[in-house]
């Protein structure tokens, strides 16, 4: 029987970046299903908003910080004696993604190390240093899901941001490379890889350009469905496409030979 075959009622949950978008759904769907939420996010007064309009805990936190991952979630420890569910969520572009920006051509040779540092930090660190920091309390609490937030360019090229795609495919490869040790210790992973999704991680004017060009833009609670659906999967390792007025589907990839998965590990899937 999985973790969450009975629902989240008195599970504990942390959702990084869940000041926002994806999270603050995500956050208010767990909470509305009777998880005690600890929301987190790098952005104070944001995070403090959400956290009081849906009755959460609220945490400073910045992602890409492995002391910072340490001491939330020795917090979590202290104040809940458990933790659940990790939906490792925060996430930024490289630049802010403007409908005009949808046709300028990227330029590499102008990238800031900065905006490239920050970036790798917050979605590709956050996620392994935030699996590296719950994992041991989700063990110990009988087990359950961490869950990363990648992006469909985890799986295909999305030329307007070359470096938020190199992060999100570093994401999906962790999760599934990730997903045969943690299911030894009772612990699902999964990735949702959502589309266009109408938060503030676009600027102004995105959302209207990509509708306009035909790609359909995602409610943000589209998403904390998939994130639900992948915690109370009966697999581990899946990676699910989250797309416009569709329930979210698991993307295969063609097999390779590789390395593969090790046999002590009971993967179901890699
Ligand atoms: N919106 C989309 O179109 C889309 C599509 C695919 C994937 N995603 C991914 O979804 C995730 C959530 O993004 P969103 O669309 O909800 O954007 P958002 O900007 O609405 O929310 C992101 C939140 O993360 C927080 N954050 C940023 N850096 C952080 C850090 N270092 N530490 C902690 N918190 C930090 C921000 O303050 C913000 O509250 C991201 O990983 C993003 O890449 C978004």
Redesign the pocket.
């Known amino acids: 029987m999985g973790r969450f075959d009975e629902g989240f009622e008195g599970c504990v949950a942390l959702v990084?970046?869940g000041?926002?978008?994806?999270?603050r759904a995500t956050a208010e769907r767990l909470t509305g299903a009777g998880a005690r939420v600890v929301l987190?996010?790098?952005?104070e007064s944001?995070g403090k908003q959400a956290a009081k309009a849906l009755g959460t805990d609220f945490v400073t936190?910045?992602?890409?910080d492995p002391d910072a991952w340490r001491e939330v979630v020795s917090n979590i420890d202290r104040s809940h004696g458990a933790l659940h569910l990790a939906h490792l969520?925060?996430?930024?572009m490289t630049y802010r993604a403007s409908g005009e920006e949808l046709a300028r051509p990227f330029e590499l040779g102008d990238l800031p190390d900065e905006n490239y540092r920050r970036l790798m930090?917050?979605?590709l660190d956050?996620v392994v240093f935030g699996m590296r920091a719950t994992a041991p309390l989700i063990e110990r609490s009988g087990g359950g899901a961490i869950v990363a937030?990648a992006?469909?360019a985890g799986v295909v090229p999305f030329a307007m941001d070359p470096i938020y795609t190199a992060s999100k495919h570093a994401v999906v490869g962790f999760v599934r490379s990730m997903a045969p040790w943690l299911v030894a210790r009772g612990i699902a992973c999964h990735a949702v890889l959502?589309?266009?999704?109408d938060?503030?991680?676009?600027a102004e004017g995105f959302a209207d350009k990509a509708r306009e060009i035909g790609i359909p833009v995602i409610a943000?609670d589209q998403i904390a469905d998939a994130v639900v659906h992948a915690a109370r999967h009966e697999t581990t390792g899946g990676l699910w496409i989250c797309v416009a007025g569709k329930a979210p589907y698991a993307y295969e990839f063609e097999p390779v030979r590789g390395l593969g998965v090790p046999a002590k590990s009971n993967g179901e899937r890699a």
């Open positions: 990084t970046g000041g926002s978008g994806i999270g987190a996010d790098l952005d944001r936190l910045d992602v890409g969520n925060a996430g930024i930090a917050t979605n956050g937030t992006s469909t959502p589309g266009v999704v938060t503030n991680i676009l943000p």
